[in-house]
């Protein structure tokens, strides 16, 4: 079933760059835009700051970038590199996203599915069309990684699965 919302947000980076994007915010509460602007650069800022939104650890406004409360916990775990808070808490966000929950729902009956599959998906499922092809590979990345990231599978090499994968066998799997 398709659903119709041009306000549903579709994560715009990997873990990784949001990761980076609350670590150069925390330990405050908030920051001006202009300062994360300078030192990540105004459209990563950007691109993250949807991300973060879009799973409820930041709210942007006009002129400054805020965690919520879950982004203050995320941004201890980080600090503290402690990988099972940080999951534990992503876990909880990133389900109710919209997006991320059907990707989810998706590969525990599929098991394996290439970036681009993913991206086709959200694609046919919230009603986006992309003038760029690569566009669908991206957002197939972007989501694979962050339900990885929250323990909810893993994603290598453009390859996102319910279980653990082992790297030299990824080819067989996907064929």
């Not at 150069?24 to 459209?43: A, K, M, T």
């Not at 879950?70 to 099972?84: D, F, H, T, Y």
């Not at 092809?133 to 994603?155: F, K, P, Q, V």
């Amino acid at each position: 079933m398709k659903m119709e919302n041009e306000k549903i947000m579709i994560p715009e980076v990997t873990s990784v760059q949001l990761f980076r994007l609350i670590q150069n915010i925390y330990p405050s509460e908030q920051v001006p835009i202009d300062r994360i602007n300078g030192l990540l650069g105004r459209s990563k800022v950007g691109n993250a700051a949807v991300t973060g939104e879009s799973i409820g650890i930041l709210v942007r406004e006009k002129s400054t970038i805020s965690l919520t409360k879950e982004g203050q916990n995320l941004g201890r775990a980080l600090v503290s590199k402690n990988l099972e808070e940080q999951r534990k808490i992503l876990k909880e966000l990133v389900l109710k996203n919209p997006v991320l929950e059907f990707i989810y729902s998706l590969i525990k009956d599929k098991k394996i599915m290439k970036n681009r599959e993913i991206g086709q998906n959200i694609a046919i499922q919230f009603n986006k069309n992309w003038k760029h092809e690569l566009s669908y590979s991206r957002y197939g990345t972007n989501c694979g990684n962050i339900l990885a990231a929250a323990g909810l599978g893993d994603y290598v090499n453009g390859i996102y699965s319910f279980e653990k994968m082992q790297v030299s066998n990824i080819s067989e799997e996907i064929s």
